[in-house]
């Protein structure tokens, strides 16, 4: 079973800190996603990145940065947190094919909470 | 601008009862729609459309997509409290982006 694992699954941060979200995957996968979860908003996706050192804004990339220095790894960074970035924080990752959404394979989500 | 609305937001209903989540789109290029369940905190997928007409099913499961009039249905049958979730409708565009729902939150009570 493909393992998609995020380091942190709650975090308290306070405002202006600067934040790291870490994802690991364990499937040899070439893409991965970072998105946010905000109740009635659904998952809007902040970036993705489809290679090593690769990466792609998504719809709200504003406030966020991204690092994807190995396949496995691909890390969401805050510069300066602030409030409005409070949210959960779900990491995605999946294998090659005719597009990169076949299926989504998930981590577990960090509740993040900026104070 | 690629568009995904479920409904209900919420629905509250007793075991054994089915259920029917419904899910429309406005999307300039279809590739596919997706369906997710979400319990805790990880979605996990369900299933993938991609014709209309089509069912997909899967034990109580089922679900199926209408191109014409843009919408796709999920239900469920002889509803169990595991069933408990927030079920997310995503449209695949052929771009690089899923484009999520709102989700709909149920709740099958014993």
């Known amino acids: ?115 | 601008e690629d568009k995904v609305v479920q409904s209900p937001l919420s629905l509250v209903v007793h075991e054994g009862d089915t259920v029917t989540l419904n899910c429309s789109y406005e999307v300039t290029n279809f590739r596919s729609l997706l369906w997710y369940k979400q319990e805790k905190k990880a979605p996990t997928f369900l299933f993938m459309l991609t014709s209309s007409g089509i069912e997909k099913k899967s034990g109580r499961l089922s679900s199926i997509l209408d191109k014409k009039e843009l919408f796709s249905i999920l239900n469920i049958t002889a509803t169990q409290t595991g069933d408990s979730a927030v079920y997310l409708c995503a449209l695949d565009n052929a771009g690089n982006m899923l484009t999520f729902g709102g989700g709909t939150r149920l709740m099958v009570k014993p």
């Open chain 1, 1 to 115: 079973d493909v393992k998609v694992t995020q380091s942190s699954r709650y975090l308290v941060k306070r405002t202006g800190e600067k934040v790291f979200l870490e994802c690991v995957q364990d499937m040899d996968h070439e893409n991965m996603f970072w998105y946010r979860q905000d109740p009635g908003l659904g998952l809007r996706l902040i970036y993705f990145s489809y290679d090593v050192k690769m990466k792609e804004k998504g719809d709200i990339p504003e406030g966020y940065s991204v690092s994807r220095e190995k396949k496995e790894r691909f890390s969401l960074i805050l510069e300066s947190a602030s409030t409005n970035q409070t949210s959960m924080y779900l990491c995605a990752s999946s294998p090659p094919g005719r597009g990169l959404n076949e299926k989504l394979f998930f981590g577990s989500g960090t509740q993040l909470s900026v104070l």
